[in-house]
């Protein structure tokens, strides 16, 4: 039984990062695309770089 719940943990665990990621994601697109609007060449660049790790995080979970 312990084994189970501790299983269950560890999955709702891993099901709440990936909602945050995902939400971290849309963010860092929406972000993206303001910078991209106002030609702010370097905040998109540095979003871009966050938005690449967030997404190696997702595939790692994914993986």
């Known amino acids: 039984m312990g084994s189970q ?3 269950d943990s560890f999955s709702e665990v891993r099901k709440t990062k990936f ?3 995902k939400e971290q994601q849309c963010s860092l697109n929406m972000q993206i695309r303001l910078a991209m609007q106002l030609h702010d ?3 998109q660049a540095d979003l871009v ?3 690449r790790e967030v997404t190696d995080q997702l595939d790692h979970i994914m993986g």
Do not use: G
């Open 5 to 7: 719940h501790t299983s």
């Open 19 to 21: 909602n945050f990621l």
């Open 41 to 43: 060449v370097q905040t």
């Open 49 to 51: 770089e966050k938005l």
